[in-house]
């Protein structure tokens, strides 16, 4: 049991240490801390919240998924269960004062599994969501020149397929001066240049199979595909004379053009290769290696004392973001061709409202965005003081991150539209749609603005500060779990976090390799998929069906002193009791029914590494029931009472133990009037009832004797005196906390 020790400040008072020191098992332990102001926490709340999740994979997945098509589920499922489930994770983790991987083993024993799944989680979102952060920070340093890289198709590493826009302006302008002139020419676009000199026309000529060649899926059997060559930029002719009727050479075809920002990304960056077999990680890109280890040294640093030091870093990191997003949408939706995109993002194609995946994408994005079910809002919300006001907290951090994806996504498709444009395709034919859309799309809308250099700057460092907030949270959350679940660690924090940080570096490794992009993809699908909900599921239904709604509604009430939240009980009650966790359900048992394996692209991703992705997946899932079965019978090898049997046992496990309410104990205790609530014992538990009661409790004849408290004698003066030492020897006082 945890007590808490009073330092005499003044000979005429008691008041609580802030820098408290308390016993556990008789030994000496240092506190968890607390945020040092509500702005902290509702910073840290929303820069955790919102991150590279809202610029990097929200416009991915409505990419994936037919722009348009996927905000209806979106938001559908921000108001079905993000908020609810938001709101509940703040709940349990400011009520309790307690991480992950404590909190569920004190409000239900028999589900401290849940704690771990957590955790598991957590630490493989970590793993890949670093070396995100990782190419901003290559991307960052890389922006550091007059002529950003990935502007122009002059490169090494550019094929002849790399599409200037500004080469190819200046090609159609010396194309109109020579008509204008009326000097006849055949001046064309092609291999990354603008070609006029007729020993380089003729070689072109003898080799059009080779500059126009290409293939096609037919119409009637899209499995197969045909050679072909385009008789224009347009027009891919399959049938074999078709090189013969090309008469006058012209530009570089519209499908086979790739943006030069997108060659950077693939063959630069990342140096892609074109599979995840294993012999595409026998190499290390050192570029990405040291932005990796650089990223991981920063989160050390930052993450190295606690909250502390979090909370000040998110004063800035997240507040600038905003700025640097709200410059770059002004640009981006005055490109030519930005209606073209917008129309794509906005519009929705009526028949992918019919496919279940684009519903569990959207509710995966939604906990994604969130940060819901991987055990961060507990964390940072069981820093809080107790009646910190987290229904405003909830309201404008869901509301925010939301609108955030929306507006960054009229960002990002503005580009498309523009890029659509340039390219003379339709905007879902740009990119491939992978994780790396962001970092196709953004950097080439820099390049559009004045002064290149300086906005790419500014802008991989606001990917850089968004992806920070949410990387601390996540470290936090791992580093919670293991001082609370090893509360002796605390005073070795830094080798705590040396650990976690030098871990999740090494394991980092293998994104840094040509297979790391395929790998990276492989652990978004299931890794951040599957498990949050499961997670979330299992939340509501401890919270709501073995907690008790009741339960959690008063300690909603309790926390917060609103008065509203007892009014929308009922209301509040379709969403937490049925609407919530069956839509969860629904989901998650039609997305396992409709299982497809992965693909990018055109790539297929094999049978062993979807058995990997699953593996992944269900080391969070199968840590629920394996430690539930494992927690029962050593309970019951352990208990005094052989005679007791499996089902008494559940159901003892399922009730919260005395450790779940002492946070708010504490609080009550120096509330005093204040509270609505009284605290007392009946029988061998502690008891919450609303002032005024008691009494009538008590003439009832439920319950037994009361404790010690009453002893106090103080019903006119009430709780608030049991700190005033004008009328309570301190020797007392301590003899009689509970």
Not at 200 to 207: D, F, G, N, P, T
Not at 304 to 319: E, H, N, P, Q, R
């Amino acid at each position: 049991m945890t007590i808490i020790k009073y330092e005499k400040k003044k000979q005429e008072s008691v008041k609580i240490s802030e820098t408290e020191v308390v016993k556990t098992e008789d030994e000496k332990v240092e506190s968890r801390g607390t945020w040092s102001g509500k702005m902290e926490f509702l910073l840290s709340c929303l820069g955790y919240a919102v991150g590279l999740g809202n610029v990097w994979r929200f416009p991915y997945l409505c990419f994936k998924n037919g722009g348009g098509s996927f905000l209806i589920p979106y938001f559908i499922m921000l108001a079905v269960i993000g908020i609810p489930a938001f709101l509940m994770e703040l709940q349990i983790g400011q009520y309790s004062a307690m991480g992950p991987v404590t909190v569920y083993s004190n409000i239900s024993p028999l589900f401290k599994g849940l704690g771990f799944a957590n955790i598991f989680a957590q630490c493989f979102i970590g793993v890949y969501y670093n070396i995100i952060i990782a190419w901003t920070i290559y991307y960052l340093f890389a922006s550091f020149t007059s002529d950003l890289p990935w502007q122009h198709c002059n490169n090494n590493y550019n094929d002849r397929n790399c599409f200037s826009f500004s080469e190819y302006k200046k090609c159609e302008a010396l194309r109109l001066n020579r008509t204008l002139a009326g000097i006849e020419n055949n001046i064309v676009y092609l291999d990354r240049s603008c070609i006029e000199e007729p020993v380089v026309l003729k070689s072109i000529r003898a080799k059009k199979q080779f500059w126009y060649g290409s293939e096609m899926v037919l119409k009637d059997n899209p499995q197969l595909k045909v050679k072909c060559i385009y008789t224009n930029t347009t027009f891919c002719d399959p049938s074999e004379n078709a090189a013969s009727s090309i008469t006058r050479l012209f530009d570089i075809p519209v499908k086979l053009r790739k943006s030069s920002s997108g060659q950077y990304l693939s063959k630069s960056v990342l140096q892609e290769a074109d599979s995840i077999e294993p012999h595409n990680f026998t190499s290390i890109s050192g570029g990405l290696f040291l932005s990796l280890l650089a990223a991981w040294v920063i989160v050390f640093l930052c993450c190295l004392k606690g909250i502390k030091s979090t909370g000040k870093v998110v004063y800035f990191t997240a507040i600038f973001p905003y700025v640097v997003l709200v410059i770059l949408l002004v640009r981006a939706v005055t490109l030519d061709g930005a209606s073209q995109g917008i129309h794509f993002y906005l519009v929705p194609e009526w028949s992918k409202l019919s496919d279940i995946r684009v519903w569990e994408a959207a509710a995966v994005q939604i906990f994604f965005s969130l940060s819901i079910g991987g055990g961060g809002l507990i964390t940072l919300s069981s820093y809080n003081q107790f009646h910190n006001n987290i229904l405003r907290d909830t309201v404008i951090v869901c509301i925010g991150n939301c609108m955030t994806s929306f507006v960054a996504g009229f960002a990002i498709f503005s580009v498309l539209g523009f890029m659509a444009a340039e390219l003379g395709v339709e905007v879902q034919d740009v990119a491939k749609g992978g994780t790396g859309l962001a970092f196709e799309a953004y950097p080439d809308l820099v390049t559009r603005l004045p002064l290149p250099t300086l906005w790419a700057i500014l802008f991989f460092l606001m990917l850089f500060t968004l992806g920070l907030d949410t990387q601390f949270a996540i470290v936090e959350t791992v580093l919670t779990g293991i001082l609370d679940y090893c509360p002796m660690l605390r005073p070795r924090k830094t080798m705590v976090v040396a650990s976690v940080c030098l871990m999740g570096f090494i394991f980092g490794l293998p994104f840094c390799c040509p297979g790391g992009s395929f790998l990276l993809d492989l652990l978004d699908y299931y890794a951040a998929s599957w498990p949050f909900l499961f997670i979330a599921l299992m939340e509501f239904i401890i919270v709501v069906y073995i907690y008790g709604y009741s339960n959690y509604i008063d300690d909603l009430f309790e926390m917060t002193r609103i008065r509203m939240v007892y009014k929308m009980k009922k209301f509040l009650s379709m969403f937490y009791s049925f609407l919530s966790p069956t839509v969860i359900f629904v989901i998650l048992v039609a997305s396992w029914y409709s299982y497809q394996p992965l693909v990018k692209g055109d790539y297929i991703y094999p049978a062993w590494a979807n058995a990997i992705g699953w593996g992944i997946a269900l080391t969070s899932i199968l840590s629920v029931p394996v430690l539930c079965i494992v927690v029962v019978i050593q309970t019951h090898l352990n208990n005094p009472r052989p005679s007791v049997g499996f089902v008494e046992i559940i159901r003892e496990m399922t009730r919260h133990t005395e450790e779940w309410r002492q946070n708010a104990i504490n609080a009550n205790a120096v509330d005093g009037d204040l509270s609505e609530f009284e605290y007392r014992m009946e029988g061998d538990r502690r008891v919450r009832r609303p002032r005024g009661l008691w009494e009538e409790h008590r003439q009832s004849g439920r319950g037994g004797d009361f404790c010690s408290l009453d002893t106090f004698n103080f019903a006119k003066e009430g709780f608030a005196n049991v700190f005033n030492m004008d009328k309570v020897p301190e020797q007392q006082l301590l003899n009689n906390m509970f």
